[in-house]
């Protein structure tokens, strides 16, 4: 995209400052996610990552900034009005019912007025493995099955940006290289997406930006591979 300028973001962020009761975490983020692309949030453990999806979905209220939502305010708006309007969160752990089984843990996502059976075609059309799977508890299902699963359910509320704490957390890479092509098939057909990872590079094969977060700050924004020549030195503590 040329002129990145002329298009609205889907999900602004400006000058973000939040954390948890007198812990100051963010100390002014600001991060754009354009229309169907894919934005890569990468930093160590502590940096600020998931405080900062916890802002976006509605989670955690910043102390000042904008949250902006295909350019409205949506500062102090709860986590279900934004998931109605469209924001999806897959959190750290997938968030997926573990006693129930994959059929019924599809099922209790029907609520957003998609029927079942769209619901569970879509799933198994795009996660076959889940079709051979439909019976068995989620519980019990492999790390990579369990993050199809969850991205499957959400997938099924037509969400307008969808949100994944740590896709590839536990998963051997095969797998978590398996989820990347679903996910830059999924911003292929128009969906935004940001993706937040301690570790894993595969993410820059898919995302249209990166950024790396450090102490609550965005140290740096551009280009994946830009971004990559540069994460062993951040993760090293090198400025
Ligand atoms: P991780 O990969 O460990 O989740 P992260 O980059 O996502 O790292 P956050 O989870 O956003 O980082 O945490 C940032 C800071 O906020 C850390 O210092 C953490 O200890 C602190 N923190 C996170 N959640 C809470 C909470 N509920 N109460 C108090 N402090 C918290």
């Known amino acids: 995209m040329s002129d990145t300028q002329a298009v609205t973001p889907l999900l602004e962020l400006i000058g973000i400052r939040a954390g948890y009761g007198t812990i100051d975490v963010l100390h002014g983020v600001d991060l754009k996610v354009l229309p169907g692309t894919v934005y890569a949030l990468l930093g160590p453990n502590g940096a600020g990552k998931t405080t900062t999806l916890g802002v976006a979905s509605g989670q955690i209220h910043p102390q000042t900034g904008s949250v902006l939502l ?66 068995q508890v989620a519980g019990t299902l ?69 950024a790396i977060m450090l102490h609550g700050r965005i140290q740096r924004t551009g280009p994946p591979a830009e971004i990559a020549e540069e994460l062993t030195a951040a993760y090293l503590g090198i400025s």
Request: net charge negative; glycine share 8%; hydrophobic share 45%.
């Open 70 to 135: 295909t350019g409205h305010e949506v500062n102090g708006v709860s986590p279900d009005r934004l998931a109605r309007a469209g924001v999806c969160l897959i959190p750290e752990g997938r968030g997926i019912f573990p006693n129930l089984t994959v059929e019924e843990n599809l099922r209790m996502c029907t609520y957003a007025g998609v029927s079942y059976r769209e619901v569970q075609e879509r799933a198994f059309t795009q996660f076959p493995r889940l079709r051979e799977r439909r019976a």
């Open 142 to 210: 492999s790390g990579g099955e369990q993050q199809m699963l969850a991205m499957s359910r959400a997938l099924a509320t037509d969400p307008a940006i969808l949100m994944l704490d740590e896709l590839s957390m536990g998963l051997a890479p095969i797998i978590v290289g398996e989820l990347y092509e679903q996910v830059a098939t999924l911003a292929h057909a128009g969906l935004s997406i940001l993706i937040v990872e301690q570790f894993a590079r595969e993410v820059l094969g898919v995302a249209d930006e990166a």
